[in-house]
């Protein structure tokens, strides 16, 4: 059984360092990814980036105080409806939807993807839905309100039931954020998402300034590095260095 995975990239933000890690200094530009699946039981998407209307008008979608707080590097075609087609995929055929989290760069893309399951941990989805703590934290309740069967999670949930596409929780960065463990054929490829920005934010434990639960995302990087150690590679959210070394669709990743 083949398991395929590739990686998309769906804009670039500029952003301060300083919010992005402790002793962060300067600005940097930074992708937004999301990945594809393919499972011969069906096709998966692990976050879906950016709403379309920041290629045009970020303060009509985040207002104008949110907006300015970053520079958007986000053209057409850079969608992640945009970036399927490209690649010769449907996103009308996309079956499932993991949203790590609902920040506005990982679950800006919902809506694009009319036919998918979301996928999403319980405390992610009650935060989101709760009006204050959403607003404290920036979790956008408008990517889980566009008609998609959703399916909330406690923990762990195997996809297709084999241990191939595994949805792990890491929670820290937000209530509920979650991982992916994906399985290849050659070993095992684990999605941090935000739970791990930089590959320093796990060699050295330095977390961005604003975070749901310090302890709770601490554990999460320890926990991706178990899984590291154990054989596992870690994909960083948004870490620039690393993602130049990654493959981009229609280029299949390998372990």
């Known amino acids: 059984m083949t398991v395929r995975l590739f990686a998309l990239t769906c804009g670039h933000l500029d952003l301060d360092m300083a919010a992005m890690i402790e002793d962060g200094t300067g600005r940097e530009r930074v ?8 499972h011969p039981r069906g096709r998966v998407l692990y976050d ?23 520079g958007f590097d986000y053209q057409v075609g850079e969608e992640v409806s945009g970036r399927l087609e490209s690649m010769g995929r449907d996103p009308a055929g996309i079956d499932h939807v993991v949203t790590s989290h609902l920040h506005f760069d990982h679950s800006g893309g919902n809506g694009l993807i009319p036919n998918a399951e979301l996928i999403i941990q319980r405390p992610e989805w009650e935060a989101g839905m709760n009006p204050e703590v959403a607003t404290q934290f920036g979790l956008d309740p408008r990517d889980l309100e566009l ?44 999605l941090a998402g935000d739970a791990c920005y930089f590959c320093r934010t796990l060699r050295e434990r330095k977390l961005p300034a604003r975070v749901y639960d310090r302890a709770a995302m601490h554990a999460s990087l320890e926990r991706l590095a178990e899984l590291e150690r154990g054989g596992a590679r870690i994909f960083f959210g948004h870490d620039p260095e690393f993602w130049r070394t990654v493959p981009q669709a229609p280029a299949e990743i390998a372990f």
């Open 147 to 190: 008609g998609h069967p959703v399916r909330q999670v406690d923990g762990e949930h195997d996809i297709f039931g084999d241990g191939r596409v595994v949805c792990i929780p890491t929670p820290g960065h937000t209530p509920g954020h979650q991982s992916l463990r994906v399985r290849l054929d050659g070993g095992e490829i684990v």
């Open 48 to 70: 879906t980036g950016m709403h379309p209307v920041l290629q045009t008008d970020p303060a009509e979608r985040l207002g104008a105080a949110r907006a300015a707080r970053f």
């Open 31 to 38: 992708p937004v990814p999301t990945f594809l699946i393919e």
